[in-house]
């Protein structure tokens, strides 16, 4: 309350006004969208529902509630286009301006390379016409190969408070609203640009049908209502139901044609699976090529099968013979995390490689964890059209709500469910065994992971390793890195959400201190990321090598590409670990070539051995203290750091010998830990499962 004070005292009772004003705003839309959708839920006829014109400004001035400079940009000439986002704005303002060129390329937002504009942009018409120098041209033309709204729609889909209400808020009778929203809260609170969201909105407006297919795919409730939206069974009467329900028009009129919303595979699967008259009927049809046959006979001539006359005409154009096999072909559907920047993500991708390879379908489903998952969400929309579901989420924090995460209703009947599960120590929370009894079966990387599990679940326990490959990636030298060349470099990555007590980076520190004298040119590269969300663990990490010149410490999240490009421009790899359920790393490590040393104990064990990597010496000592979400009596490794820095010190000094080391354990990995062989272990068990569930039928 003193005077000098008071400035900031103002100030911060401006911003919480400002905060409080903005939450008040939001439930105020919240409330208005719930009440309008009352309303024509109760028969209202003169309901808003008002769609938005995106090329009126005064329309799209009223829907956002701002004023124009907090909505929209001056305009800007050619010669300012100089990356993605002006040249989102020169080719926005473009076609506000430009009615000839919005009947030209109706799908410039919305289609692959603007539905043709980009070759238009390339020749003539863009130097002529927009009078684009090459650089602009390409800067416009690399715009329409991407898709600029992704972070857009991904802030929409991971807001689950706005699309209870808006679920249909890309659609024509739900864009005003979301515009708003967007606008008043989405854009500052995920960060966003307003090209990004202008440009979603387009995209929307060029593609009804696809933002109504988009929409059904993340919204359980609609799976839910109708399984077979999305097939020529059940299209129709989910447009008519979505017009009732939000409004006339909010089905677009141009969408009818349902022949070619899916697969025919996948839309008589799902038919089957949404009528329990066919399953009855045709029980053995999805199993067995004479009762697929006479499932579509009968679908086609029987009026019991009660379909609509253009879905019995589509069943009779149908080809039998070679639809037949592939209505019949084995497929799992995975719930993973494609998304999140971890080595889960290395995992799930490296088992749907593997049964890729085995021959077997997949449908994959992205699980959500946060707004900083990379902005692909939308990319993994599979519904569970198999029999059987990979579910490859940890027990926690994510596992109870794992189909709400994936936008995903559960099939029903219910699917046969295995959880992929890893850990780092031999014995696991009574916590997890809740979770297990929502689940057919685990599987799991290594033996040392299993034997925990196998002791606490009655459920079946198998050891079926993911598999391991090296995503392509472009080699680079260590400049690229802001690392100095002509100095031995360690590396040791890792994540900081991944617990740093048992990555110990710290006793890696204390080990190549040891080993190393500070004039000598060797190097050790710690990259970790998400440090933001462990400050403390940061700061003691960078204040333990601060002292020491060759260490290197970078916190950033790392494409997949620069990851393996930085191990690549390393000579070692090293992990002092106290425990680890796999060992991706040092598994990508000796695919690599690179020599390996490592903690020897955990799951890294399933592909190390003394021959073809250096194993450090540890004991078995009580975690001490609860580090969540390990109890303190829990046992994991403390690896010897004077055993590693020998280890360290000899490939140093070694250089043949540490090539030597590199090449057994690359020619070790590539016969163990190959994708191939993953993918026949995982689909001898799936074919298991399938025949034991046809002898129950």
Partial sequence: MTPWRMRERLQFLRERAAREKKTQALVHLIDRERSRLEALRSGGRDVDVSGLDLYNIDDVLEAAGLPREQVSWKPIPVTSIEDRHTAARFLIDTFRQRQDLRNRFPAAFSAPDGGGLADWLRGHGGQGDLGLTPESSQHLVSLLSDDFAARARQAFLASDEIRAVLPHGLLPSGRRSLFRWFMQHGLESNGLVLEEVWWLFLQAEGNPRAELVRAFLFTPDWQRRFPDALTVFGWSRFLEWINQTYGAGSAPQDVAASSDLLDPVLQIRAGYWAHTAWQTVHPQALSNATAARALLEWLISDAEAQIEPEARAWCAGLDKGSLIPRV????????????????????????????????????????????????????????????????????????????????????????????YWYWEFDSIPESWCAHAEQVDEVWTATEFIARGLRERLAIPVRTLFPGVTLAPFQGRDRAYFNLAAGRFTFLFTFHMVSVMERKNPLGLIRAFKMAFRADEPVTLVLKTSFGDRHPVQLQELRGAAADFPGITIIDEVFSSDDVLSLMHACDAYVSLHRSEGLGLTMAEAMLMGKPVIATGFSGNMDFMDEDNSLLVSYERVKVGRPIPPYDAELEWAEPSVEHAAQLMRKLYDNPEYAREIGARGKSSAEINLSLESAGRRMADRLAEIRTLQRSRK
């Fill in 328 to 419: 019949l072909q084995e497929t799992a559907n995975v719930v993973g995390h494609f998304c999140y920047p971890s080595g889960l993500r290395v995992s799930v991708e490296a088992m749907v490689g593997a049964l890729g390879l085995a021959g077997l379908r997949t449908s994959l489903r992205d699980v959500r964890t946060d707004a900083r998952d990379d902005p692909q969400h939308v990319r993994f929309d599979g519904l569970e059209s198999g029999d059987i579901t990979i579910i490859h989420v940890q027990p926690e924090p994510f596992f109870a709500e794992v189909y709400a995460r994936a936008d995903l209703a559960e099939r029903t009947p219910r699917t046969y469910r295995i959880a």
